[in-house]
């Protein structure tokens, strides 16, 4: 204790109190940069949305029985192994929509979206009112697998009098997930 008070066993003053001031405003000033940079970090969050539309059941009838013969709803599961190209319509036979039905093996690590393009544009030429494919792919797709698809699905660029085109071909992608 003598040691503290400087040897003297009493302090000089030791009956008056003094005051402790300690300066806050280095630590305000740190605080507000990161406060300012945490504000700004959460600004800069990129959502991503996907646009695809919800199937609607419809009981509306033409009356025409050849307007809905031309119509198909396009089925795509997308797997690790490939994907999947399935074709529904209520009054088609099962032959016809097994004659449609087709598989495309991955090409190394890569899914065969060119090979799906080509086949969906064959298909639309044959069934040229369809508009719909529902996408399923399997949870350890990765999201550009499933961009890819859909892009492949989408639409067809063509040129037409040296001026580019794109003709739609299944523009409305529904998403969907397995139930198990």
């Known amino acids: 204790m003598s040691s503290i008070l400087g040897g003297h066993g009493v302090a000089h003053g030791a009956s008056e ?9 280095p630590m305000i000033d740190i605080l507000t940069c990161l406060l300012f940079f945490l504000l700004l970090s959460f600004g800069a969050v990129i959502i991503a949305l ?27 599961a997308i797997t690790d192994k490939g ?12 032959a016809t929509l097994a004659g449609i039905k087709k598989f495309f ?19 639309k030429r044959g069934y040229p009112r369809s508009t719909s494919i529902v996408i399923t792919p399997i949870p350890s797709i990765s999201y550009a697998d499933l961009v ?33």
Request: no cysteine.
């Open 105 to 123: 093996p991955k090409k190394g690590k890569e899914h065969d979206f060119a090979g799906l393009h080509e086949y969906l544009w064959k298909t």
């Open 50 to 76: 996907v646009n695809a539309s919800v199937p609607v059941i419809s009981d509306s009838d033409t009356g025409d029985p050849n307007v809905s013969q031309d119509k198909l709803t396009m089925g795509l």
């Open 17 to 25: 109190e003094e005051e402790v001031f300690l300066n806050l405003t």
């Open 148 to 180: 890819g698809a859909m892009d492949a699905s989408r639409e067809r660029p063509i040129v037409k009098d040296k001026k580019p085109y794109r003709i739609p071909m299944f523009p409305e992608a529904v998403i969907s997930t397995l139930v198990e």
């Open 83 to 94: 994907m999947l190209l399935t074709a529904s319509h209520d009054k088609l036979s099962e």
